[in-house]
């Protein structure tokens, strides 16, 4: 959970660093089958504090050169090479990088009071934070261009459409959805998930036969694993698999 409630879960260094360190933590954690990421309060992430005053600012350039190649970029590189889900569950406003720490999800549940803005123009920036790799995935080059150029609020509903989120839930039903998601793979099969994720990100910058020839790698790593022989069994015996043997691991 992001938790700076007051100032709508602005980021900071601090903020940044601790988000890797738990991801990295989940990475090597095989009691936990899934993350769930929302934010304190009224908000998901408003995105880079503006405020802080803890840091030089004589020499801004060089300061936001090392905001994004050493906080934001480790964080949600942490975030797409996790081999585990990560959903987002959207409980507010997610504005400039905290749009783009919510589209770094991979996949999101809104409350329908979730809001999106890509806000860098109004401060005269580009987006940043991975927006420019997510957003015309997700809604198409022309439509991430208007985002971004207007800087305009996208509703929930919106969002929906456009395929910034996965589904809208009303506000009070956040966080059980998401926690009912998490738990729904957490207990699916570990290594077919994670692979998926890995080639599902690897086939959106490869030619098709790279892809097949992935394809090929990867499900030759799970036909052996006791998770498919499970899920053979339960098919056959027309009942649910019990992968990895284990009643929970949320």
């Known amino acids: 959970t992001l938790n700076r409630p007051d100032s709508f879960n602005a980021l900071t260094r601090t903020m940044n660093r601790e988000v890797k360190e738990a991801l990295d933590g989940v990475a090597g954690d095989d009691s936990i089958g899934a993350v769930v990421i929302t934010g304190a309060g009224r908000a998901f992430c408003s995105g880079q504090d503006l405020r802080r005053a803890d840091e030089d600012v004589s020499d801004p350039a060089t300061r936001v050169r090392k905001d994004l190649n050493e906080y934001y970029a480790p964080m949600i590189l942490a975030m797409r090479r996790l081999p585990k889900p990560v959903i987002g569950a959207i409980n507010g406003v997610a504005a400039g990088a905290g749009m783009s720490l919510a589209l770094a999800t991979d996949m999101r549940i809104a409350s329908d009071r979730a809001s999106f803005m890509q806000a860098f123009s109004r401060v005269g920036l580009v987006p940043d934070a991975g927006s420019n790799y997510f957003l015309p995935r997700l809604v198409g080059l022309p439509r991430a261009l208007e985002l971004a150029w207007t800087a305009r609020r996208v509703g929930a509903d919106e969002a929906l459409e456009i395929g910034l989120v996965n589904t809208v839930v009303p506000g009070d039903d956040l966080a059980s959805n998401a926690q009912e998601m ?31 020839a992935l394809e090929a790698e990867l499900q030759a790593r799970c036909i052996v694993t006791d998770d498919f022989a499970e899920g053979v069994a339960a098919f056959l015996e027309k009942r649910e698999p019990r992968f990895g043997q284990a009643p929970s691991r949320t």
Request: glycine share 10%; proline share 6%.
């Open 182 to 212: 998490a738990a729904r793979l957490a207990v699916g099969p570990a290594l077919a998930i994670g692979l998926t994720k890995q080639a599902m990100l690897k086939g959106m910058e490869s030619s098709l036969p790279e892809v097949l």
